[in-house]
């Protein structure tokens, strides 16, 4: 595999790296502290006075919950113009539409090919566990009457959706509307895609000057993801606290066995399929995988989003990883809007169980439908916390299902959300993993390679 520089004009200062603790391990120290916490609080808080009880809660309300909005939103103000400079930088890189279309095909087949598997094993541990079977009546009912308002919201979103509009909204009226709308964002990559063709056809002196102008863009962009990130721990420390201290273990208890079906669907599509994906087509060890992008997935689980983490995603590929920035920046900054196979999966599991809570029985036929409509819902699912909600109610409707039902899974949806992100992210790096090793065209900076 070829490898690329890091994007940075200056390296980091390996001094700086090299004292406490690496940033990873902060992460993860968080995240375990914030839930420690959380959960103590939970459980204990209950038998405090009131006064302390109070304290409690305001803590989270002005503390916790703003500092973890602050360190998203740092976040989201890069999103667009990192996405935007990324990937017309990785287009004209390629240096003709040849290699882009090579590149393109290459990323669609893997990223469809996968996501076909995250959704059959979702379906299959569906049919193996039945958990819709399991739901009791009254607490249907209570479920869906608590959240009914809610609910009929993420439905009247939904069905707004349909598979001609999800085509036709991949070109946008307007580019700057498709900015600021998160669930236009594969309009705004489809615009960088123009923008990057435009610029490989185009080769002048003010074409080259843009370049360099994006290139500024996307160092500037890294920079400060660099500052911000090393707020990534308190901010994980602060999710995982306000989470664990106002739902405690109650987020698991009422639909354990649904939430028990997608988690081991997830774990196995992300510890089985992933690594033997990674090692056997992207020529690396699955452990050294891990290792090295164990930062952006707790960054994804904690945030529960992938556009978010896409600056994480983008450093940890280059720098961590080593993969070829032009692979890179195109895969990632195009797996963040399209390549989401947690959600799919989820889709999937969600679809069939409120099936069998509804007594609906889907035979082969319709399983296989679903299927095909859970790729395709992945593809235009924003990259937003719960972004799946409303592309779920579409799915509903076509297969005869009242969409209303989802109000039985939003009391858990707020932990599974974080669980499908950590596994699109994931996702979107073995999938990048494998187009480097696949691509054999050079990348413009290269450096000999490095053992995996």
């Known amino acids: 595999m070829t490898h690329a520089s890091p994007v940075h004009p200056t390296p980091p200062d390996p001094e700086a790296r090299s004292r406490g603790l690496p940033l990873h391990l902060k992460v993860l120290i968080g995240f375990v502290l914030g839930a420690a916490l959380g959960l103590a609080v939970h459980f204990y808080a209950p038998g405090w006075p009131q006064p302390l ?6 803590f989270i309300h002005y503390a916790t919950k703003p500092f973890g909005q602050i360190f998203l939103g740092m ?55 039945q958990p819709g079977l399991h739901m009791d009546p009254a607490t249907v009912q209570k479920a869906m009457s608590l959240n009914a308002a809610k609910a009929g919201q993420i439905v009247s979103s939904g069905q707004k959706l349909n598979a001609v509009d999800l085509i036709v909204n991949i070109v946008p009226k307007n580019v700057f509307a498709a900015m600021v709308d998160e669930k236009q964002s594969l309009g705004v990559v489809f615009f960088a895609l123009m923008i990057g063709i435009g610029l490989v056809l185009s080769p002048s002196p003010a074409t080259q000057a843009f370049k360099n102008a994006l290139q500024g863009l996307f160092e500037v962009c890294m ?3 660099g500052l911000f990130i090393r707020l990534a721990p308190y901010a994980v420390a602060c999710f995982m606290f306000n989470l664990c201290a106002q739902l405690g273990l109650d987020v698991l208890k009422s639909l354990g066995w649904f939430v028990l079906t997608v988690v081991g669907a997830l774990a196995l599509h992300m510890f089985v399929v992933i690594p033997l994906w990674v090692r056997f087509m992207g020529r690396m060890s699955p452990l050294r995988f891990f290792r090295d992008s164990q930062e952006a997935i707790l960054t994804a689980f904690a945030t529960a989003s992938s556009a978010a983490t896409l600056p994480v995603t983008l450093r940890v590929a280059e720098e961590n990883l080593m993969l070829p920035r032009k692979v890179a920046r195109f895969v990632l900054t195009v797996g963040a809007s399209a390549n989401h196979h947690g959600t799919a999966l989820f889709e ?7 099936a069998q809570v509804s007594g609906l029985h889907l035979d082969l036929a319709h399983q296989v439908m679903v299927l095909g409509l859970c790729i395709l819902g992945g593809i235009g699912t924003a990259g937003i916390p719960s972004g799946s909600l409303p592309v779920i109610a579409m ?43 696949r691509t054999t065209e050079p990348d413009p900076i290269a450096e000999p390679d490095l053992p995996a």
Do not use: H
């Open 223 to 225: 920079r400060l993801i």
């Open 53 to 58: 009880q109070d304290f409690v809660d305001g």
């Open 395 to 437: 799915i509903c409707g076509v297969v005869g299902l009242k969409p209303e039902g989802i109000g039985i899974i939003i009391g858990v949806n707020s932990f599974l959300d974080m669980c499908r992100t950590a596994l699109n992210v994931t996702g979107d790096l073995a999938t990048a993993v494998v187009v480097a090793e």
């Open 75 to 129: 976040l989201f103000m890069l999103v667009i113009p990192l996405m935007m400079s990324a990937l017309v930088l990785g287009v004209g890189e390629l240096g003709d539409v040849a290699s882009l279309g090579r590149l393109g095909w290459k990323t669609l087949a893997y990223t469809a090919a996968v996501t076909g598997f995250a959704v059959a094993i979702g379906l299959l541990m569906v049919n193996l566990l």
């Open 348 to 354: 999937g599991v969600t679809v069939l169980f409120l």
